[in-house]
Every structure is written in structure tokens, then in C-alpha cells.
């Protein structure tokens, strides 16, 4: 299957700092991709529909201006956490959505980052 | 209530036995997929379900979809320890997979 990365792996941060992270489609292009945030224990919650060249589309209850995305070329978004505060420690995961041209499309996904703010 | 559940919320299971993993849906599917997830890892893909009554193996998985596509099962034959991990369905209601709606996933463990 196809390949996504994300980078950092881990990041651990003051409060109050904001924290970038990066998504890439190693070997096809993505027009969209999806950030993920996951709770201990929980399912995956989708925070935003990242589009490139167009504003990012933000799940009811997702503060846009805390969590900014970004997806400037066909093989990158990034997530920025503004300002970030222990409660927005998690287990961060995007996926990027693979045009298959068959029945179904398929969304890859990266290995996750881990926030940990302190 | 959630729309999508998943059962068990965990499993653990002898080497060798079978088992099944639940998920079901309150409105029809376009498509269901199973994804499997090391703890602290990205997810990856193992099957997905597109028509009713669709059934689908890779190894000693298998997955269905009832003719209704309301519900799904993932069944295990002859489980070993690395088979252990979280199983997540993800539900496509757009018909695009573009916007999956994940169950709670089932936490697998294998003992020898």
C-alpha cells in the first residue's frame, strides 16, 4: 500500500508554545488528507479535512484557530497546535486519501504523533 | 448513542482459538473497513466491504457484511500473538471515504 509519514514521531512541549506537525504522501499525490485525534483508549476523533489549496474543513467542536492546518502542495499538510495546554496532549494521526479509480478510495495512514504538553 | 459499535470493547483470546469481532452500524453503510492498530502506531488497512453479503479474506481473516450493510464481523481462525493489537471498523457514509466515522475498536490480546 501506499505510504504516509508524519514527523515528529513524539514532542513534548511547554505551555503556551505551539507544536507543528507533518504530514507527507511518500509516493502519491493527496489532495485531501485528514487529521485525527486519538484519547487513550478511544477511537480515532476526525478533527479537520485538510484540502490542498483551500481552507481546511473543521469537525463541530474543533477551535480552527487553535489547531492550524495547512496543505500547500499535493504531498503535505501540516497541523500546528497553537498556544498548546496539557489538555491538548494526545496521539495525533492524519491520513491521506488515495484515488484509487476503482469501486472504493482508501485513506492511509500515517504512524501518529504523540503530544505531550507540560 | 454512537453510531457506530464495535464488541467486545477487548479480547483475549488462547493461541490457536477463533475469534469475532462486531461491528455494527444505525444507518446503512456505503462501505465498512477494518483497520488494525498497534498501540501508539498508525493504523493499517486490512479489508474493505463494499456490497451486501460481501465476504473478503487475507490469511486467517475474515471479514462480512450482512446483506443489509448494517453490520460487519471480523473473524480471526487460529490466532496467534501477532494478531494482538486494536481492530478498528470505520464506517463510510458519503460513499467517498472521505469522511470515515470510527467504532471504539476491540483490543486484542493472544496469550500462548
Known amino acids: 500500500g501506499a505510504v504516509v509519514s508524519q514527523h515528529p514521531s513524539r514532542v513534548i512541549c511547554k505551555s503556551g508554545t505551539s507544536v507543528k506537525i507533518e504530514c507527507r504522501s511518500l509516493d502519491f499525490q493527496a489532495t485531501t488528507m485528514f487529521w485525527y485525534r486519538q484519547f487513550p483508549k478511544k477511537s480515532l476523533m476526525l478533527m479537520a479535512t485538510?484540502?490542498?489549496?483551500?481552507?481546511?474543513?473543521?469537525e463541530q467542536g474543533v477551535e480552527k484557530d487553535k489547531f492550524l492546518i495547512n496543505h500547500a502542495s499535493l504531498t503535505l499538510s501540516t497541523l500546528t497546535v497553537t498556544s498548546a495546554h496539557p489538555e491538548d496532549s494526545s496521539f495525533y494521526i492524519c491520513?491521506?486519501?488515495?484515488?484509487?479509480?476503482?469501486?472504493?478510495?482508501?485513506?492511509?495512514f500515517g504512524p501518529g504523533t504523540r503530544l505531550t504538553v507540560l | 448513542s454512537q453510531e457506530l459499535e464495535q464488541s467486545p470493547q477487548s479480547l483475549i483470546v488462547q493461541e490457536g482459538k477463533n475469534l469475532t469481532i462486531n461491528c455494527t452500524s444505525s444507518k446503512t453503510l456505503y462501505g465498512l473497513y477494518w483497520y488494525k492498530q498497534k498501540y501508539g502506531e498508525g493504523l493499517i488497512f486490512l479489508m474493505m466491504?463494499?456490497?451486501?453479503?460481501e465476504e473478503k479474506s487475507h490469511e486467517k481473516i475474515t471479514a462480512k457484511l450482512d446483506e443489509k450493510k448494517q453490520q460487519s464481523s471480523l473473524h480471526i481462525t487460529a490466532s496467534q500473538p501477532s494478531h494482538a493489537g486494536i481492530y478498528l471498523c470505520?464506517?463510510?457514509?458519503?460513499?467517498?471515504?472521505?469522511?470515515?466515522?470510527f467504532g471504539t475498536g476491540t483490543r486484542l490480546q493472544v496469550t500462548l
Open positions: 470505520g464506517a463510510d457514509y458519503t460513499g467517498t471515504a472521505s469522511k470515515l466515522t
Open positions: 485538510s484540502n490542498e489549496g483551500s481552507k481546511a474543513t473543521y
Open positions: 491520513s491521506a486519501l488515495f484515488i484509487s479509480g476503482r469501486a472504493y478510495n482508501e485513506q492511509f
Open positions: 466491504l463494499q456490497k451486501g453479503g
